[in-house]
């Protein structure tokens, strides 16, 4: 069983899995995305999609469901003014208005202890709506 790390107040466990896909993404660039859900039954932190180098916010946004939460996070890359290469990471909790009460309960109270084992987060947006989540969202929050 691969050591994981507790959550605070909810019990959830961030699975090296979790941990591991993040680093990935961060040092190696080989993900532009990951969506981490929670599952009920064993109260672990999951992997539940990983986007490819080549894939994009939309492919993102798509992997969200549309009655259910998720956890993402998306590696923004984009040219400065002065044009210099630079690179943001996003955190979405994203809890749709159509999902259930116990799940938005449940990703509400275990979101910081993501947060806190994800580490590197620049920026983060909560949403409940895609329009609340948009890709000139994204765009605004870094320049």
């Given at each position: 069983m691969a050591m994981a790390f507790k959550m605070a107040t909810t019990g959830m466990?961030?699975?090296?899995?979790?941990?591991?896909?993040?680093?990935?993404?961060?040092w190696k660039k080989v993900?532009?995305?990951?969506?981490y859900k929670i599952d009920e039954g064993?109260?672990?932190?999951?992997?539940?999609?990983?986007?490819g180098a080549g894939e994009g916010y939309d492919e993102m946004a798509a992997a969200l469901p549309n009655d259910d939460c998720r956890y993402a996070v998306f590696d923004f890359?984009?040219?400065?003014?002065?044009n210099?290469?630079?690179?943001?990471?996003?955190?979405?909790?994203?809890s749709p208005t159509a999902s259930r009460i116990r799940a938005k309960v449940l990703y509400a109270t275990s979101k910081d202890g993501l947060r806190r084992a994800l580490d590197g987060i620049h920026y983060e947006?909560?949403?409940?709506?895609?329009?609340?989540?948009?890709f000139d969202i994204i765009k605004d929050r870094v320049e």
């Open positions: 466990r961030v699975t090296e899995e979790c941990k591991n896909s993040f680093m990935e993404m961060k993900h532009r995305f990951i969506v064993s109260k672990r932190m999951t992997v539940d999609k990983v986007g890359d984009f040219v400065t003014v002065d210099c290469r630079k690179s943001k990471i996003f955190f979405i909790a994203w947006l909560q949403a409940t709506d895609p329009a609340e989540m948009g």
